[in-house]
């Protein structure tokens, strides 16, 4: 049962666009969402966080959005570089003491010059 | 910065060798992982480690077993390779601090293929 969903596997943005990226989650208990950056043959780097206790975290043009009622988290790219064309994997961790972080399957994130 | 370090960038096995994985990190974390990544699958936790000889069994643990005999090392072991470890494994780290929750920091991976 896939706990951490991002439902779009590629999105395709024009240069200097808004990029928002989606990720949904299924389980209560999780507290604590990353989003994390993977270009080919490296690994995942981190791009930003949010506890749920906020709703909204922002990071020079990345903004992370925290929906708890909808469980619903989403990453805006303002504005999107081709430098920003990777994979995107959203994360979570649950509960206090935890240390396993729970992934989604990632989107690729495709910026057109 | 915080570096973590795969031992080989590529590999190439045979059915059935043993393989070792290595991963170094120089942040004195307590904690360490070994995920796998495949197409369409996004990224799935092994083993992970909270201290030396202490280990946990992740999502996948099957085929694998890991080791930690120091803070800064954690080999990632396939005792027997089989066709269906072909992928890309990533070794991760972070510190442990009580209650709170830790960025985990990656290494470049390791692309595995099994023969």
């Known amino acids: 049962d896939q706990q951490v969903k991002q439902n779009s596997p590629s999105l395709s943005v024009q240069e200097g666009r808004i990029s928002i990226l989606n990720c949904d989650y299924t389980?209560?208990?999780?507290?604590?969402f990353l989003w994390y950056k993977k270009y080919p043959a490296e690994g995942p780097t981190f791009l930003i966080s949010?506890?749920?206790?906020?709703d909204k975290n922002e990071d020079g043009r990345f903004t992370v959005f925290l929906n708890k009622s909808a469980k619903h988290l989403s990453l805006h790219i303002v504005p999107s570089q081709p430098g920003d064309s990777a994979v995107y994997f959203c994360?979570?961790?649950?509960?206090?003491?935890?240390?396993?972080?729970?992934f989604g399957k990632g989107t690729k994130l495709s910026v057109i010059p | 910065d915080v570096k973590v370090t795969q031992s080989s960038r590529y590999l190439v096995k045979r059915t059935g060798e043993k393989v070792f994985l290595e991963c170094v990190q120089d942040?004195?974390?307590?904690?360490m992982f070994w995920y796998r990544q495949d197409p369409g699958l996004g990224l799935r936790l092994i083993y992970f480690?909270?201290?030396?000889?202490?280990?946990e069994k992740g999502d996948i643990p099957e085929g694998y077993s890991v080791s930690r005999e120091k803070k800064e090392r954690f080999s990632l072991i396939l005792e027997s390779a089989s066709t269906n470890q072909t992928s890309m494994y990533l070794c991760?780290?972070?510190?442990?601090?009580?209650?709170?929750?830790?960025?985990?920091?990656f290494g470049a991976g390791t692309r595995l293929s099994v023969l």
């Open positions: 480690s909270y201290d030396v000889k202490m280990k």
């Open positions: 942040m004195d974390h307590e904690n």
């Open positions: 389980n209560s208990m999780f507290d604590y």
């Open positions: 991760a780290s972070s510190l442990f601090t009580s209650g709170s929750k830790n960025i985990q920091y």
């Open positions: 949010i506890s749920s206790i906020k």
């Open positions: 994360a979570a961790y649950s509960g206090a003491g935890s240390y396993q972080l729970t």
